[in-house]
Nanobody, 122 residues
């Protein structure tokens, strides 16, 4: 069992930056691939970024590539999402997720945090 807690969301103007954190507890964090997903009102949850164990594989959705950076610190049991050049369409609840297998697919992840709200004003 892995328990995930996101933080760092908030309200920011377009063009601004935020850094989300996801702290994990439970089983060895380094054994898990980690993903960030987001869900806007009335929309399905969608993939944002993912990072494999030891950061060997990193992937991004086309909509955030070049603006967002995912990273992990296994010593701190934490995964980060640095979000730059934010746009109003990035507004959503952001979730981190963990699984033993790297994936960009929502339903492949077994463990989820409660989410953190990101709102980008125009």
């Amino acid at each position: 069992q892995v328990h995930l807690v996101e933080s760092g969301g908030g309200l920011v103007q377009a063009g601004g930056s935020l850094r989300l954190s996801c702290a994990a507890s439970g089983r060895a964090f380094s054994n898990y691939a980690m993903g960030w997903f987001r869900q806007a009102p009335g929309e399905e949850r969608e993939f944002v970024a993912a990072i494999s164990q030891s950061a060997i594989i990193i992937g991004y959705s086309d909509s955030v590539k070049g603006r967002f950076t995912i990273s992990r610190d296994d010593g701190k049991n934490t995964v980060y999402l640095q979000m730059n050049s934010l746009k109003p369409e990035d507004t959503a609840v952001y979730y981190c997720a963990a699984d033993e297998t790297y994936s960009k697919i929502v339903h492949r992840y077994d463990y989820w945090g409660q989410g953190t709200q990101v709102t980008v004003s125009s």
